[in-house]
């Protein structure tokens, strides 16, 4: 039996925009977990909002965040309280090297695996680098804050429904 993608939210699911932004240079999104206890950021999705043309080139994990804090996590459930995770934008000469090519066309979800994209430990940002200078760029998260504990038994289920 293979999870849908809505089956993948369940507890404490959120999301953090980057509303569209005009970098002089080359523009980078983020999601940093800026949980002060053990909340892991389990990232399912990226949905860029690439303007008119271009496209992310793709997305790198670092123990960083960019310079320009942009907004906060909303819970998609209702009742629940302000998510752990801030989303930021950067304007960079010289971007930062993408470890994950993103193949996707604009407003396309980045991930269709039944397995996150990243999960982020406290400190941790997951970074959308776009491709295209000087155009304008932003994108939503979608992402769950849940205690490490709870990742690892969700996760091991999930994989094995996948089977």
Request: charge should be negative.
């Amino acid at each position: 039996m293979y999870l849908s993608r809505s089956h993948a939210f369940i507890n404490r699911a959120a999301t953090a925009q980057v509303p569209l932004f005009t970098p002089t240079n080359t523009g980078e999104i983020c999601l940093y977990n800026n949980s002060t206890g053990p909340h892991v950021l389990v990232v399912w999705d990226i949905v860029e909002n690439a303007g008119v043309s271009g496209i992310a080139s793709g997305y790198l994990v670092a123990q960083s965040q960019l310079t320009t804090p942009v907004g906060t996590g909303v819970s998609i459930i209702t009742g629940e309280p302000t998510p752990v995770g801030i989303t930021s934008s950067g304007d960079l000469a010289t971007p930062d090297v993408v470890t994950v090519d993103y193949p996707a066309a604009p407003s396309v979800p980045a991930c269709t695996l039944p397995m996150p994209l990243a999960v982020l430990r406290p400190g941790w940002s997951i970074i959308v680098v776009f491709s295209t200078a000087a155009s304008a760029f932003g994108g939503t998260f979608f992402y769950q804050w849940l205690w490490a504990e709870e990742f690892s038994w969700n996760a091991r289920d999930r994989w094995y429904e996948t089977q």
